[in-house]
């Protein structure tokens, strides 16, 4: 694979996770071709709302990326979460070409009744978070490529088809645990078939 024909791609990690998260795919990914870029959202584990992670998200595109290069964008987890405020709030859909939403509670999960940290209640079925994302779904994320890729095994995210959204292009894959998301063989080659494809959302330019 020619690098120059590919979308620089940024991994942003769930909680309690750090860039590290992603050293398998990172490698996996770089082998391929890829540029790839990650980073460590602060706080990682809850005690920050997640629009307060995704405009970190927001500046480190800003801060790394050219106004006019068109990135492909992967979320993980809670970070499936961060990436969708970033592209549905703060613009990124303007930048975004490509993009892949892991394990995310996009419906909510019922984990999240587990503790009181702000960031992980708004991970809750029915938060105000979730319901103002999940309401205007076909106006934002449609305009952009779009896969989600889940699990039925998941215990983290439960229901584990609470990952499930209703746009894009939607992949189950037979994976046995959460964590594992990010390092199973098969996800991996979802993940680089995914990013190879000729957009079906034809965008010449992207600013941010």
Known sequence: ??????????????????????NTMTTYLTNLGWSVHRLSLKPNNGDGHLEHLAQQVHDYIHNNFDPKQPIDLIGFSMGGLVTRYYLQRLGGVEKVQRYINISAPNNGTITAYALPNPGIKQMRPNSQFLQDLNKDLETTLTKIDVTVIWTPF???????????????????????????????????????????????????????
Do not use: R, W
């Open 1 to 22: 694979m020619n690098k120059n024909n590919c979308n620089p791609v940024l991994l942003v990690h769930g909680i309690y996770n750090t860039s590290a998260k992603f």
């Open 154 to 208: 998941d215990l983290m995210i439960f229901p584990a088809s609470s990952s499930k959204i209703d746009i894009g292009e939607e992949i189950k894959l037979p994976v046995l645990i959460h964590e594992q998301m990010v390092t199973n063989q098969k996800l991996l080659k979802t993940i680089s078939h995914t990013l190879s494809k000729p957009l079906k959302i034809n965008k010449i330019s992207a600013k941010l």
